[in-house]
């Protein structure tokens, strides 16, 4: 036999895969609505592959990783009616990490606003809310500030990766650098988690529910996931890795839209006294429960023009690809739904760059129009939609609200001198953020 009759057959093709861009509310809708059970999975990103390859091949999900089924819905479950849910999320537990978080930010803002500085202190002061709701109070604040600069640091650096960086040398080694950054991020957040998980572990043994609000980490380390027809608990290294997406995913897009909203209350000083007058007006300590339609349409108006998280991302097989591109797809689809263009799109928006809260009020062009779309009609989606859309809606508007009501009632904001106009250009990245950090002249009021 000559040699090349014994070679082994080559691979399969890798299927093709084409990219789509989805810009319009109205397709958005037919996909993600009407079509759900198409549109469920999500293309699987490099740098999990890459730590898997770490791993020996094995791949640790998490819940915007983990493919439709059994293993997604246990999850998600999980972190919906142990962590999310409203009745876990009641005031009575939330308000006090609330208002500790507030009051550090009130003191850290009142010290001094430069440029950089309101992010920098927004984020730190979202991360210890949503550090404690994973944590529990057994964590310290200097490993809670460690974590929150690592967790950033992920963030950036994943927002950083060029989607085409080219075959040369060049490009190949500034890649490989960037994974391996990416890779000492993610090993240094393990090392700060892992004492956090053993603990968690030591409590679920010593039978102690750790109080009402029973931290995140309590319910994974209780979890039992299915598997092989039978269940099983979740490793050390899964576990991190959910924390990892509870962090992450919790503090750095709440930060940025804090951010923006900040920053169109500078540049439109009527909004903010609109807002501060609702705010102020009658019992502070109820103010959620109280209603503030105006703080909400503020946050909606926020959330059309800047979606935090610019993408959603869904891998379709060809024949639900079908629904989107018509006839026979004869490849599968990776499809972008481009968050912040449908915010914008002209067909549905009356003046889309305009940021006037307005619209959102009775009587207005998007009444009916909330943070998730409805079942009729899909206008805007910050928080995606389908199966898939953002567990964590109802604690991200918690937050914005009180946090956004604390900072006006506290300061009233103007830009650093009457000459500076608020600068409003976006930088792309993981998260769409302020490419200029919001700078503001603070003042603090007497109330
Ligand atoms: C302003 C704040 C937030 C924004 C704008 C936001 C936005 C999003 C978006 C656009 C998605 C993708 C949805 C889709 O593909 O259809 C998503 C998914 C997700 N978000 Fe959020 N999010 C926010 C806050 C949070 C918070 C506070 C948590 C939890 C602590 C959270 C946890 C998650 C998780 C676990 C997923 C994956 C869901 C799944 O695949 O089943 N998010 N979020």
Not at 63 to 75: E, F
Not at 80 to 95: D, I, K, M, Y
Not at 410 to 425: G, I, K, M, R, S
Request: net charge positive; aromatic share 6%.
């Amino acid at each position: 036999r000559s040699s090349s009759s014994r070679r082994a057959p080559p691979p399969p093709p890798a299927p093709a895969v084409a990219v789509h861009k989805i810009t319009d509310p109205a397709v958005a809708h037919r996909a993600l609505v009407e079509n759900a059970d198409a549109f469920t999975e999500r293309p699987v990103l490099p740098f999990f592959v890459n730590l898997a390859k770490r791993r020996g091949g094995r791949r640790n999900e998490n819940i915007s990783t983990v493919p439709y089924g059994p293993h997604w819905r246990a999850l998600r479950r999980n972190i919906t009616s142990e962590t999310l849910h409203p009745s876990r999320l009641g005031l009575g537990n939330l308000a006090p990490l609330q208002r500790e978080a507030i009051q550090d930010l009130v003191a850290a803002l009142s010290a001094g606003a430069g440029a950089g500085l309101v992010r920098d202190q927004l984020r730190a002061a979202v991360f210890r809310v949503i550090a404690r709701l994973c944590f529990g109070d057994a964590v310290d604040e200097r490993r809670v500030r460690a974590i929150c600069s690592q967790v950033h640091g992920i963030q950036v650096a994943i927002g950083e990766i060029n989607p085409s960086p080219g075959s040369s040398m060049l490009a190949k080694l500034a890649k490989w650098r960037h994974q391996r950054q990416l890779l000492a991020f993610h090993a240094r957040i393990t090392q700060l988690c892992l004492p956090l998980i053993i603990a968690a572990r030591q409590r679920r043994s010593n039978a102690n529910d750790g109080g009402v609000c029973r931290p995140y980490v309590d319910s994974l380390v209780e979890l039992r996931l299915p598997e092989g027809g039978g269940r099983r608990d979740l490793g050390d290294d899964e576990i991190v890795d959910l924390v990892l997406e509870f962090l992450g995913a919790g503090t750095g897009s709440l930060a940025v839209c804090l951010e923006w909203t900040l920053a169109h209350l500078v540049a439109q000083p009527d909004v903010q006294e609109k807002l501060r007058r609702e705010v102020d007006d009658g019992d502070r300590s109820q103010l959620i429960l109280r209603g503030t339609p105006y703080l909400q349409a503020v946050i909606l108006e926020s959330l059309r023009m800047h979606p935090p998280a610019p993408l959603a991302l869904r891998h379709v097989q060809a024949d639900g690809a079908a629904t989107l591109v018509g006839g026979a797809a004869n490849s599968d689809l990776v499809v972008l739904f481009i968050l912040g263009e449908m915010g914008r799109d002209k067909k549905t928006w009356k003046d889309p760059d305009e940021f006037r809260p307005e619209r959102f009020l009775p009587g207005g062009e998007a009444e009916s129009v909330g943070p998730l779309p409805g079942r009729k009609e899909t206008r805007m989606m910050p928080f995606g939609a389908g199966h898939r859309f953002c567990p964590g809606v109802g604690l991200a508007m918690a937050i914005l609200k009180s946090f956004l009501a604390a900072l006006v009632l506290e300061f009233e904001w103007a830009p650093p001198t009457d000459a500076v106009v608020v600068d409003l250009t976006e930088l792309e990245g993981f998260l769409k953020t302020m490419k200029k950090p919001l700078s503001a002249r603070l003042t603090r009021r007497t109330t």
